[in-house]
Antibody
C-alpha cells in the first residue's frame, strides 16, 4: 500500500527557514515524479514544486529561489527546504506522487499534509 | 502562465446531477485531472486524463473535455459528494496548474 507521511511543519518567523519531509512507503520516490502542493487557509490548491525521476526540479514562480526540493533515496523520503519565508507561505503543505502511465501524470497519492505558519 | 477558471460554487439536490466546469484556453489540447477534497482531508483523484476513473471511484463520476471547457459530472449526487473539486493540467512551462476550485453543496 502506498503511503505518504509529511512532517516538519510548525510556526516560524518571517525571514526564517523550515525543512519539510515526506516519508514514502509502497513505492520508491526516485521512480516517480514527486510534488509539493500547498493550500493556504480557506484557499485553493497551489502547486509548489516537482522532482523528476532523473533528479531535475522545477518550481512555481512564487517560491523559485527560496525553496529547494530534494530526495533521499536511501531513506525513501522527499524534502522541501524553505528559506526566506513570508507570511503568504502560510499553508498546509502536501506531498503528492504523480504516476505517469502515459503522457500525463495525475497525482494518484497524497499525504495528509503538514501546516506551516509564518508569523511573528 | 496557463489559467484555469472554475465557478466558486454549485448546489444540487440529492439524486440529481452536478456539473462542474473548468475553463481554459484550448483546454481540449490538454489532459485534465479532477480532485475531490472533503473538509479537513487531502485531495483525492476522481477523474484522470479527461474522462478516466481511477480504481475505486464510483461510475457516478465522469468527465469530458471539449473546446475551452472541461466538465466533471457527478450523477445521482449523494450527501457524501459534498466537497471542493479542483481541475488540474500540466502547463508547457514545466509546471502544474490547478483551478480555483468549486464547492459542491448538496441541498
Amino acid at each position: 500500500e502506498v503511503q505518504l507521511v509529511e512532517s516538519g511543519g510548525g510556526l516560524v518567523q518571517p525571514g526564517g527557514l523550515l525543512r519539510l519531509s515526506c516519508a514514502a512507503s509502497g513505492f520508491l520516490v526516485n521512480s516517480d515524479y514527486m510534488n509539493w502542493v500547498r493550500q493556504a487557509p480557506g484557499k485553493g490548491l497551489e502547486w509548489v514544486s516537482i522532482i523528476y525521476a532523473d533528479g531535475s526540479t522545477y518550481y512555481a514562480d512564487s517560491v523559485k529561489g527560496r525553496f529547494t526540493v530534494s530526495r533521499d533515496n536511501s531513506n525513501n523520503t522527499l524534502s522541501l527546504q524553505m528559506n526566506s519565508l513570508r507570511a503568504e507561505d502560510t499553508a498546509v503543505y502536501y506531498c503528492a506522487r504523480a504516476y505517469c502511465p502515459g503522457d500525463s501524470c495525475p497525482f494518484v497519492s497524497w499525504g495528509q499534509g503538514t501546516l506551516v505558519t509564518v508569523s511573528s | 502562465s496557463y489559467v484555469l477558471t472554475q465557478s466558486p460554487s454549485v448546489s444540487v439536490a440529492p439524486g440529481e446531477t452536478a456539473r462542474i466546469a473548468c475553463g481554459g484556453n484550448n483546454i481540449e489540447s490538454k489532459s485534465v485531472h479532477w480532485y475531490q477534497q472533503r473538509p479537513g482531508q487531502a485531495p483525492v483523484l476522481v477523474v484522470q486524463d479527461d474522462s478516466d476513473r481511477p480504481s475505486g471511484i464510483p461510475d457516478r463520476f465522469s468527465g469530458s473535455n471539449s473546446g475551452n471547457t472541461a466538465t466533471l459530472t457527478i450523477s445521482r449526487v449523494e450527501v457524501g459528494d459534498e466537497a471542493d473539486y479542483y481541475c488540474q493540467v500540466w502547463d508547457s512551462s514545466d509546471s502544474y496548474v490547478f483551478g480555483s476550485g468549486t464547492k459542491v453543496t448538496v441541498l
